[in-house]
Every structure is written in structure tokens, then in C-alpha cells.
């Protein structure tokens, strides 16, 4: 698959990535398990055509020269099969990575980060408010992160050594999307198995985990494994730009849908904890310091409760945390039909995830979404490319005016090209034709 894309690329003239040395520096924190190595402030922004015998009582048709295939992707006899006899590739045989490949994919269509508008794919077109804040990339400051502490070693689980794609769990499509979104535009990724809490629901392990991270990099992307980016070629400034994250913002968060189960005791719709981004601070860990020790109820009289009761940590930001921490900048609340649920869950509250999916409706949707994060941007890719090789893929036979007759290409006169004209499609009953349409047999 690498050598394919790679292939691609090259013949679309599609610039490489840098190697990752070239710009790594060695990281300054004493934090090993959390700093990635790279952590440093980021740059701105043939196959051969048979020829048809001769008929000698007809024109014939010529068919193009043979197309050979690009040296290094076949193993025809006589073939060169190694990278290293090709000169332009020489630089890259040390670094043909899954990395290399997916940088070389996405990096032609990367929105960039000040852009003033971004449009959707069903025409929306949304337009940052004022001067972006950033404008140029962050790369290794921002870390998205994974937090569970489950073992996730099962068939078709991510820490399985073998993973297929019919055989992917669920949730392992949405991590992967983490991962790849990533390398796509630069970040740091970490996944933390992190250890559990003798009295508390799973999911409050993520606290005191992004808390930890904070101390490492300047933004931290939180998701759970239901959630991913619907854009990978839309990059996270562009988003803190159009969301407005401001020096003085400790999170944002997305509210809950409009439904009796999302509302806290002060009749407020809760912020769903699914999707994090938070801002590296000394009130940002404040913030999650206070948060994770919530059910101690040492501040928060009444918060045990959601140490097992449904909505969990959730709950527990949701009834106090807010409004601890309620200056103007301080929690910016995302709009949940751009940063939660999903198109299927348009009924709920308008919930439709235009930005950032949430996939709580039908978790067995992930692995569509993934899948969707690659091919919408291949297939445009590969139809282009199959453009540009025209002259030599396609030959428009109909076109120069032939016709079959029994085994043989016959050219035909003009009389007969003008009443082959009417009678185009009638025959056929795949896609195609956008003339009238013809009776024929079912």
C-alpha cells in the first residue's frame, strides 16, 4: 500500500515530508513518559496495449503505445525491484513509513491554519469572527491524546498485535483516526493505559491523566475512542481559531444534546467530557486538580455521588466545576451541532458533529467514519491522477467513429455516425447516459 501511494504522489508531483530529524530537538522537560523526542516549536504555516490485427477490408484503429509501469512497483521480469535504483528516491529509502505515506497524501490538501473561512462538504461555509489568533503550526506543542484503562488486547482490539479491517473492534476505528490525525498535521500522540480508581467509575481516570499531560504541551486534544475529526485535512489552529481560543481559556467543551438525562441541578445542559481541548496553565491545573478530587467532597459537598452514578466525571464538572471556574474566558462552550453526535443523530437536539463526531448514537459507525477520513481525500486524488494520464489510459474508440461488426472495428461512414447518435444508450442500463430515456428490456 505504501509503495502505491508513494507512487501516486510522486507522479502528481506531490511534495514529500521533511524527515522527522530535521527539525526534532531534544526535549527540555524531566517528564520521559509523556514528552515525545520531537517535542519542539513547529514551522509556519505499464501495461502493454494489444494490438488489434489489422483488417485489410477496413480502417483500422491504432491503439497508443505501450505504458510501462513506474520501475520500482512491478516485478515483471527484468524489472528493477528496489527503491535504491531509482535516483529520486534514494533520499527516501530510509523513511518509506506509514508516517511518510499519510503526510504525502493529506500534506497537498491541508487548510491552512489562519484561513478566514472553511467550507463543509454539503457548501456550508464558516467564517472565523475576527483576526486569527494562530497563524502559524503548533506541531509537537499540541498532544492528542488517548486515555483508557482497559487492557484492549482482545481480537480486533488496538493493543493486539494483528488487527484487520473486518475484524476491527469499533472503538479501535476511532483511536486510529486519533493517531492518524496526528501525523497528518505534526502533533504529538500519546496512549495512556492508565491505572484505576479502587471506588470510581472508569471513566474518571481521564482527569487526573490530561491534568498530567498539561505539564508536558501547550494544548491537549482529549477524545474518547466513539469520538473523531470529521476533516483530517482541517488543522486543530484553524478550529481554536474559529472557536476562539483565547490566552486566557482553560478548556473547551461541548454541550450536551437538548434531552431531560443532559440537564444538572441548576437546570443547565452539561458539557460533554467526551472532547477536550485544553490550554496548558497554572489555573488549567488548578482546574483539573480540583476536578479530579471532586468526590473527596472536600470543596464540593454532594459530589461522591458521581463517582459511580451516570454521568460520572461528567456530572461532576457539569454540577460544579463550571461554576467554579466561570470567568468569561475561562470554559468555552462548542456548539454541539459542530463538536458532538453525528449526522444520525440530527434529531437530537441538532447534534450533527460538522466538525467533530461523536458517535454515541451508533458506535458501529467508527469504522465508516474512518474509512471516510481516507477515501474522501484518495478517491479525488486517484481520479485526478487518472486524468492526467489520459493520452496513454484512455482511448475514446467510439468517438473516432467505429463500430463492432462481428469480430472486427469497422470505421464507419457519416451517414452512419449520425444515426448511431440516436440510438446511444439504448442498450445499456448501467450509469452513464443523461439523454432520454429508452425502452428496453428488463
Known sequence: MALVLLYYVHNLNLPLPAKAHETAKKPQSQSPHWQSETHSASESPSI??????????????????????????????????SLATNKEYKEDEEDLSMATVIKALYRPILHPVDAVNFTDEDGEIHRLAGEPRFKKKLGKKILILDIDSRPLDGEGQLMNKKLSW?????????????????????????????????????????????????????????????????YPHLPLEWLLNYWDMTPDTLAMMS???????????????????????????????????KWAECPSEKDYPGCARWKLDWAHEQSAFGNYLRYDFDRPNDIKVLPCVEANGAPEAINRGGC??????????????????????????????LHQFFHQGAKENIMDVKGQGFTLKGADLVKMTEEEEEEAKGGEGKMQKDEGYKKKKHNHPS
Open 48 to 81: 502493454a496495449s494489444t494490438a488489434i490485427p489489422r483488417n485489410t477490408s477496413h480502417s483500422t484503429l491504432t491503439l497508443h503505445p505501450t505504458l510501462t509501469l513506474h520501475p520500482t512497483l512491478t516485478s515483471a521480469p527484468g524489472a528493477a525491484t
Open 255 to 289: 454541550i450536551d444534546p437538548d434531552e431531560p438525562q443532559n440537564y444538572d441541578s441548576k437546570g443547565n445542559r452539561y458539557l460533554n467530557t467526551g472532547f477536550v481541548i485544553a490550554q496548558q496553565s497554572q489555573r488549567t491545573q488548578e482546574m483539573f486538580k
Open 352 to 381: 450533527r458533529g460538522i466538525f467533530v463526531r461523536h458517535f454515541w448514537v451508533d458506535k458501529g459507525l467508527l469504522a465508516k467514519g474512518l474509512a471516510d477520513n481516507v477515501m474522501q481525500y484518495f478517491v479525488p486524488r
Open 166 to 230: 473486518k475484524g476491527m473492534r469499533t472503538l479501535s476505528g476511532g483511536m486510529l483516526s486519533h493517531y492518524m490525525y496526528a501525523m497528518i498535521h505534526g502533533y504529538d500522540y500519546k496512549f495512556i493505559r492508565a491505572p484505576d480508581y479502587a471506588d470510581r467509575w472508569g471513566t474518571w481516570v481521564k482527569v487526573p491523566l490530561m491534568k498530567e499531560a498539561l505539564k508536558t504541551h501547550d494544548y491537549i486534544v482529549f477524545m474518547d475512542s466513539d469520538v473523531m475529526f470529521h
